[in-house]
C-alpha cells in the first residue's frame, strides 16, 4: 500500500520551560531553560508520520502571523502537503505553554486561536484529497464537530478512520462506530468508559467496552509499559522498548503518527503497534515536540511488515 494519509488537527508553537521539578499552584520555580518548538497534535502527528514514510496532507488551520508562517515553512520542508492548510484573518495561530520537569513529565496550558475554527467546510474543501488517502488521522485540539464530520465522512468513504481522543472529553455515541480505531490513554479510556485504568486487566475492560460500542480497533497507550491491544481477534499487551526519558511532551503523538504510518503500509495491529511503540520511545529521549519525532532510519529493528 502508498501509505497515504491524511491528519486533520491542530498546529501550535510550544513554548516550553525545563525545570528541576513542576511548580505547585502559586510557585515559582526558578533556574529553567527556555525552548520553543513547533507543536500541537496535529502537526505533531502529521510531522511523526512524513518522518517514518507516510505521504501525509495536513488540514488546519493556522493564524496570519509569524508563528503561521513558520509552521507552514516546517511542514513543506517534511515533504507535507499543505494545500489545505488555511489561514485565519481574524484569530492568532495556536500556542502552548510547556514545563517539563527533571523527570520528563510535563504540564501544558493551551490557547488554540485559529486551531478552534477549522470547521467541516475546512475538511469539506480538502473531500477530494481524502478519497485518495489510506488512512484518516484525528485528535480532540480542534472543534468535536469537525471531528465527527471527518470522521463520518472518512467511513462512508472507506477509509480507515484512527481517532487519538485527546485532550480526553467525552464522544457522542455516533461517532464510535465510524471509528476502525481509537489510541485513548489511560485518562482518556476512563472518560470514555468509567473503567479506571491501571493495569492490563482493566485496560482490557476498558478496550472491550469500546469494542462494544461499535470501534473496530481498540489500543489503550501504558506509557512506559506499552500498549494494550484489543481486536476482535487480538488481546495483548505490547510492551515498549524501556528507556530513560528526557521529555514526554510528544510521545502519544509520535505513536499515534507511527501507527498510522504503519496501518496505511498494510500491517496487522500488533506489528504496528510494536512499530509505533519503538518511535515513542525514542521520541522521549529527546527535548520537543515535532524536534523529537525520529526518523524512519533511526529504527533500525527490523519489524515483521514493510515499511519502506
Known amino acids: 500500500m502508498d501509505g497515504k494519509i491524511a491528519v486533520i488537527g491542530s498546529s501550535n508553537t510550544d513554548m516550553v520551560v525545563k525545570t528541576p521539578k513542576l511548580p505547585l499552584p502559586g510557585e515559582t520555580t526558578l533556574g529553567g531553560k ?15 508520520a512524513a ?4 505521504a501525509v496532507t495536513f488540514i488546519a488551520r493556522l493564524g496570519d502571523d509569524v508563528f503561521g508562517k513558520q509552521a507552514v515553512a516546517g511542514f513543506r520542508k517534511e515533504g507535507i502537503d499543505t494545500s489545505f492548510v488555511g489561514t485565519d484573518p481574524d484569530e492568532p495561530s495556536g500556542v502552548a505553554l510547556i514545563t517539563v520537569d527533571a523527570k520528563g ?3 501544558i496550558a493551551v490557547a488554540p486561536g485559529a486551531n478552534a475554527r477549522l470547521s467541516e467546510a475546512d475538511v469539506d474543501k480538502a473531500s477530494g484529497r481524502l478519497q485518495g488517502v489510506d488512512v484518516l488521522l484525528l485528535q480532540l485540539e480542534v472543534p468535536l464537530p469537525t471531528v465527527v464530520h471527518a470522521a463520518k465522512y472518512g467511513f462512508a468513504q472507506g477509509k480507515k478512520v484512527i481517532l487519538n481522543p485527546a485532550p480526553a472529553q467525552p464522544l457522542p455515541d455516533d461517532l464510535l462506530p465510524c471509528l476502525y480505531l481509537i489510541t485513548p490513554n489511560e485518562t482518556e479510556a476512563e472518560i470514555l468508559t468509567g473503567i ?5 486487566e482493566s ?13 473496530q480497533q481498540v489500543v489503550i497507550t501504558l506509557g512506559a509499559r506499552g500498549a494494550y491491544v484489543h ?7 505490547v510492551p515498549a522498548p524501556q528507556v530513560t526519558a528526557v ?3 510528544a510521545a502519544g503523538d509520535v505513536f499515534n503518527g507511527a501507527l498510522a504510518v504503519a496501518i496505511a503500509k498494510g500491517s496487522p495491529i500488533e506489528p504496528a503497534v510494536a512499530f509505533a511503540c519503538r518511535a515513542a520511545a525514542l521520541s522521549v529521549t529527546r527535548m520537543g515536540a515535532q524536534a523529537s519525532a525520529p526518523y524512519l ?10 515499511i519502506t
Not at 40 to 47: D, F, L, S, Y
Not at 203 to 215: I, M
Request: charged content about 15%; aromatic content about 6%; overall charge positive.
Open 196 to 200: 479506571r485504568v491501571s493495569d492490563t
Open 231 to 237: 481486536t476482535a481477534g487480538v488481546a495483548a499487551l
Open 297 to 306: 532510519s533511526e529504527l533500525a529493528t527490523p519489524t515483521l511488515f514493510s
Open 247 to 249: 521529555d514526554t511532551t
Open 203 to 215: 485496560a482490557a475492560r476498558a478496550a472491550a467496552l469500546l469494542h462494544r460500542k461499535g470501534v
Open 105 to 107: 513529565e510535563n504540564v
Open 34 to 48: 527556555f525552548f520553543m518548538f513547533p507543536g500541537g497534535k496535529g502537526a505533531n502527528q502529521a510531522v511523526a
Open 51 to 54: 518522518r517514518l514514510g507516510g
